[in-house]
């Protein structure tokens, strides 16, 4: 297998939203996996797929300007306004796309955690006895993620063991096409001055292992413009916004 990791891009909220779910959906080449970095066009905040828009609503900031969205995949607020946010597309078929969400979650945190350190971060993964929970599924229904994102560490999130903050936590999607991961760092949680360009090189390689593909810098994927748009254009709307 091959990791293609795609260059970075910058976009609104329902951009990223839109492109995430796309290179799970149409990627042209199907058996590869893929993994980026982006960043944010204005401050941003997004959601789980299944939560109350009215509860999310009452969490923001009551001042300023932010885009907001509705995630296609699962798991609590999240704010973007200072995080390193990835997306991880793991095709159908593969052995981790095939295990149960606490598995794929462990996983991939455990690359972040590995690259963090290398780069001199204290991380760790949060253990059940930590988290006070026994839960095993932290996919798109799991009552632990429907909450605010980085309030509390569940199990196998990212956290910083010399203070117990969380660094990283991230939400998923299966269907048939395979495994959507997407994930959030909190940069001030995150100890000492590191390099995040390191970092995202660091993960990459472990994740190329964790995954047995060879890691492969790729072009930009030619998707059909016109479903972007039109995608973008629906993750944007009030429809979808305020859909529960």
Known sequence: MILHLLPARTGGAAENMAVDFLLL??????????????????????FGYSQKIAFVR???????????????????????RQDWTYT????????????RAAQSYRVVHACLA???????????LQSPAESGSSSTGLGADSPL???????????????????????????????KRGLLFQGSVRRPAVSGSPD?????????????AALGAAPTPAPWPDLNEEEVG????????PEWMEAR
Not at 198 to 207: N, Q, S, T, V, Y
């Open 145 to 175: 993620l429907q909450g605010i994102c980085f309030q509390r560490a569940e199990v196998h999130d990212v956290v910083n063991p010399e203070n117990g903050e969380k660094i990283a936590g991230a939400a998923q999607k299966r269907n």
């Open 25 to 46: 959906q149409r990627y042209p080449e199907a058996a590869a996996a893929r993994f980026r970095h982006y960043g944010w066009r204005v401050p941003a905040f997004t």
């Open 88 to 99: 991880l597309v793991i095709p159908r078929g593969h052995p981790l796309e095939a295990e």
């Open 230 to 237: 039109g995608l973008t254009e629906k993750y944007g709307s």
């Open 58 to 80: 009452a969490q923001l900031p009551s001042t300023g300007a932010f885009d907001l969205c509705r995630r296609p995949s699962g798991g609590g607020l999240v704010d973007h």
């Open 114 to 124: 590995d690259a963090l350190r290398a780069q001199g971060a204290a991380a760790e």
């Open 196 to 208: 995040w360009d390191k970092i995202g090189d660091e993960f990459a390689a472990r994740l190329a």
